[in-house]
């Protein structure tokens, strides 16, 4: 900040130091009740759950000098993702952070920890630290000297948390919109579970003095196949079946047959997913040729994209083609609306896109349809994931195959049931969506005030 006095960080700092991995590696994560924060939940426009993972008592007692604090200030310090950096809410907590994260703990009586986190992700800070990262190694990386080392502005303290409030009112906006997104997705979920996981629909319409089931054929479980019980009505304990009217509940049938996947609705369908949807995969035209890049306004998607979506839904991608590179691919341009599936680094990423797009390789493309919606078949993969990943082959790294994919099997409602299940929960992925794209308003008003208020062109009004 011009005119602002500059000051070292380990003159600012009661902490800055790396953390490590619990003995074992990832096999070592053994669950328990303390995050272990990664570089890969480290990012600038937030912390990111996905992948967070845990470890138990004993291994959380070893690391306990990596504990992190309420307010503490995280910068990823080798990799790729050098130089990323973000808080962490308090429901994170406890936590530690491993080999690849630096823990910065202001001193708060001199230096607010959230005017920190945005002087750090400014584009000015982020080029100085990419630049200290890159210099004289053979891998990125910023070592504990040079964060300590790093000189930062040091404006009044009122000023400084009047710059954090202005930033941080936009990012609370924005992690509200992420958590409401999660709840969502969430009641998305639970009607799929209820509905095609559960059956609860037909165990209601089930007449429990009714019901003879034939020799050797038990009741479906209370909750799935395959777990045992008595699936009737009266194994409900009186809660209704999620999103269930009447018209809706008369779509469902009042029994079961036995299939090849256990039993299922009377009247049901079990196909391979790829006779119900259209499953393509795609390519990369010659990066060398710039009439297939250069001004194109076609979006072209590879897994990279979908490694920060924080709800499944594909609004931008970060290349564009022309029509020339559209060509060179055989799927060429898929509509709006079809899912997407990472097939490979890594297998398992999940989106709808919002808008045409093209893919790469690395993926499978699911064109959906009234047999069979992309909101059914996205909860469909996020349901059946583990063996979809079990059919993944590959030494270097695991890929699913088309060939592999299309094989697994499906079991389908009538359309009608399924048209109905689409109505519920389309309002809910319209919203998610909404609130994505205010999201990214947002964030690019943050991102245009940030080097404003950080100059001193713009004066916020000092908190006391």
Request: proline fraction near 7%.
């Amino acid at each position: 900040m011009a005119g602002e006095e500059i000051v070292q960080l380990r003159d600012v700092c009661v902490k800055i130091g790396s953390g490590a991995t619990p003995r074992g590696g990832k096999e070592a994560y053994k669950g328990g009740d303390t995050s272990l924060i990664r570089s890969q939940n480290v990012y600038n426009e937030g912390f990111h759950r996905d992948g967070l993972v845990y470890i138990d008592d004993d291994q959380s007692a070893e690391l306990r000098n990596v504990e992190v604090k309420e307010n503490d200030v995280l910068l990823n310090i080798t990799g790729d993702s050098v130089a990323r950096c973000c808080q962490v809410a308090a429901d994170v907590l406890p936590a530690r952070v491993n080999q690849h994260v630096a823990i910065i703990r202001p001193e708060p009586k001199a230096l607010d920890a959230r005017f920190l986190r945005y002087v750090l992700v400014s584009q000015e800070y982020q080029s100085r630290l990419l630049a200290l990262a890159s210099a004289g190694a053979t891998r990125p990386a910023l070592t504990k000297l040079m964060i300590e080392e790093l000189a930062v502005p040091l404006p009044p303290l009122a000023e400084q948390k009047a710059i954090a409030a202005v930033l941080g009112a936009l990012d609370d906006k924005i992690e509200l919109n992420r958590r409401m997104n999660a709840t969502l997705e969430a009641m998305a979920r639970a009607l799929f579970q209820g509905w095609f996981i559960d059956f609860d629909p037909v165990r209601q319409n089930l007449d429990r003095n009714q019901y003879q089931p034939s020799p050797g054929l038990r009741p479906p479980s209370p909750r799935g196949r395959g777990s045992g019980g008595e699936g009737t009505a009266g194994l409900l304990d009186g809660r209704p079946p999620v999103g269930l009217d009447p018209a809706t509940a008369a779509l469902f049938p009042a029994s079961f047959q036995d299939s090849e996947l256990g039993h299922i609705p009377k009247g049901w369908s079990i196909q391979p997913v790829g006779e119900v949807v259209d499953c393509v995969g795609g390519g990369t035209p010659s990066t060398a040729e710039p009439k297939y890049w250069e001004g194109g306004t076609h979006h072209w998607t590879t897994p990279k994209d979908f490694s920060s979506l924080q709800a499944p839904i594909l609004l931008d991608t970060d290349r564009k083609l022309t029509d020339a590179g559209i060509a060179k691919i055989s799927s060429g341009l898929l509509p709006a609306g079809a899912l997407l599936l990472s097939s490979r680094a890594p297998v398992g990423y999940l989106a709808i896109a919002a808008m045409p797009v093209a893919i790469n390789q690395g993926f499978i493309a699911l064109t959906c349809n009234d047999r069979a919606s992309n909101f059914f078949m996205l909860n469909w993969c996020q349901t059946n994931m583990a063996e979809i990943k079990s059919r993944a082959t590959g030494t270097t790294f695991a890929e699913i195959s088309k060939q592999n994919f299309r094989p697994i099997r499906v079991v389908l409602p009538p359309k009608e049931l399924m048209a109905a299940f689409t109505a519920k929960v389309a309002p809910f992925y319209a919203q998610i969506t909404a609130n994505l794209h205010q999201s990214r308003t947002l964030a690019n008003l943050r991102d245009t005030l940030l080097p404003k208020l950080l100059s001193g062109e713009l004066q916020p009004n000092p908190i006391n």
